[in-house]
C-alpha cells in the first residue's frame, strides 16, 4: 500500500500511477571539474540545443526551488550525497 493504493493490484492503470511518482539514483554522473550550475547547463544547452540565457533562467529555478541556489559555484566533491 501506498497513499492507501495498493501498488500491486493486476488491475492497477500502471502508466496513470508512473506520472505520480519519481525515481532518484544513488549515484550520480555529475562533472567533477565543473560547478553546480554547469552541470544544470550542459545538457540543455549541448543535447536540448537551447540558448544558455534560457537553461540558466531554467536551471536557477530548479535549483531555487530545491533549495540549491546558494551552492551554484560549488563543484560535485564539495556537495553532500543529498545534495548531489
Request: hydrophobic share 45%.
Given at each position: 500500500m501506498y497513499h492507501d493504493v495498493d501498488i500491486t493490484d493486476r488491475k492497477m492503470n500502471v502508466p496513470s500511477y508512473r506520472t505520480k511518482v519519481g525515481m532518484?539514483?544513488?549515484s550520480f554522473n555529475?562533472?567533477?571539474n565543473?560547478?553546480?550550475?554547469e552541470n544544470c547547463l550542459?545538457?540543455?544547452v549541448k543535447v536540448l540545443?537551447?540558448?544558455k540565457v534560457e537553461a540558466r533562467k531554467k536551471a536557477m529555478m530548479y535549483l531555487e526551488k530545491v533549495g540549491m541556489a546558494p551552492y551554484i559555484?560549488?563543484?560535485p566533491k564539495q556537495l553532500s550525497g543529498g545534495q548531489k
Open positions: 532518484v539514483f544513488q555529475l562533472f567533477n565543473m560547478t553546480v550550475l550542459v545538457g540543455q540545443k537551447k540558448d559555484n560549488a563543484k
